[in-house]
């Protein structure tokens, strides 16, 4: 089960400390040797190629905003890689785990110093940072509505998994590829419902009584990093939007469930990105690689 921010706070931390190996951020090498499995099959692993680069990043000189930035990237990074090494053992070595889980509380405790918060107290200033909380709209309709949460082992239920670039869903029981086809949501769109949460966990299902109707019932309301739309054909993502009613992300949320993917090595240039805010489509690798800057993608003529 993948962890939280307050199941960070609660007990991964004291099981981080258990397994301490960095006290400060470590140089590129040392990174590269204490995260060594003793295989080749590091390049193989793209959780981990995006550790490798955060890391190097790091090394350089930045102003604070910049490397709270790079360190907030490097936490999230490091939480979905332990979150999700099970699943994938073959790419993603349990050998790294003691490097990673320790080099994630590195990350925390630098984040705690330049936030200036006490560690028990940085989950919930990280979701307030990352976090988009319900709107107005989606807290009255859940009231109105007496909406229905879904508690932390449903919830699992919902969690899609990435797999040699494939997004594999469990909630009809059995492990199949995520396919959307034929799926009818309100308002006449195609697809799944989705929210990626502040822990980076990636949550889809079909608009079905007794499943999940609105995109607050997965994480019971709290506040997360980006809610919409997604259609998939057998494990593969076709098409993402935020047209989360009850979050109403910017289009720049799309960007952090795009490094998900990227992370999760899923080809972004298959995808097509629509903008619920700005109304323009392009492919995600352009999105992504403009960082959500619509005039940016305009003037290069990438738009769909």
Known sequence: MGLTLKEYDNKFKTFAQKHET?????TYEKWIAASDSGNSLRLDDPALKSIDALVSL??????????RYLLGELFF???WWINNHKKNPTKMQAGRLRAIVSLNMCAANKLSAILNC??????????????????EHGLKADRDNKQQYLDCLTRERFRVLFREGIAY????TDERPLDTTGNMLDGNREGYLFVLSLSGAF????????LTNCHSTFMSGAPVQCGGTISAKKGYITTI???????????????????IFRTAGVNL?????????SGKSTNADVFLGQNGNWQNILKSGRIK
């Open 22 to 26: 960095f006290v400060e951020l470590p």
């Open 58 to 67: 790091l090394q350089g000189n930045h102003s604070v905003g910049v490397k």
């Open 77 to 79: 990074t490091t939480m």
């Open 118 to 135: 006490p560690i028990n107290g940085l989950a919930g200033l990280l979701r307030d940072i990352y976090g988009i909380a319900m709107c």
């Open 169 to 172: 869903s469990y909630f009809r």
């Open 203 to 210: 949550y889809a299902a079909p608009q079905l009584s007794g």
């Open 241 to 259: 939007k935020n047209d989360s009613g009850h979050y109403k992300p910017s289009d720049l949320a799309l960007t952090k469930v795009l490094t």
């Open 269 to 277: 240039k298959d995808i097509i990105v629509e903008g619920q805010v």
